[in-house]
């Protein structure tokens, strides 16, 4: 979901709830789910705005060696497995 949808969202919970609106019926509205909208209707103003989802760009993940190696032998198999269904 993109950050502009995210944040229509969070502002229309909190209007709702405002209205006298339950969690469930929000979520029903908004198709979310009502742990999130719980969460949205308690952000104060700042909050609702900020977008604080995911890894922040510029930092990577950080791997152990043998994790490394794990995805490598996944990526790997699964190359392998996609090559040869493409030849039967």
């Keep these: 979901m993109n950050k502009e949808l995210l944040i229509l969202k969070r502002k229309k919970a ?10 469930r019926k ?5 198709l979310a789910s009502k742990d999130s909208v719980g969460k ?9 705005s ?15 060696p043998e994790t490394k190696q794990q995805v490598i ?7 392998n497995t996609f090559a040869r269904k493409s030849w039967e």
């Design 40 to 48: 949205w209707i308690q952000m104060d103003e700042n909050e609702i």
């Design 73 to 79: 032998k996944i990526i790997s198999s699964l190359a």
């Design 26 to 30: 929000i979520a029903r509205l908004l």
């Design 50 to 64: 900020m977008d604080n989802r995911g890894w922040k760009k510029g930092k990577s993940r950080k791997y152990t």
């Design 14 to 23: 909190k209007e709702q709830h405002e209205k006298g609106w339950s969690n």
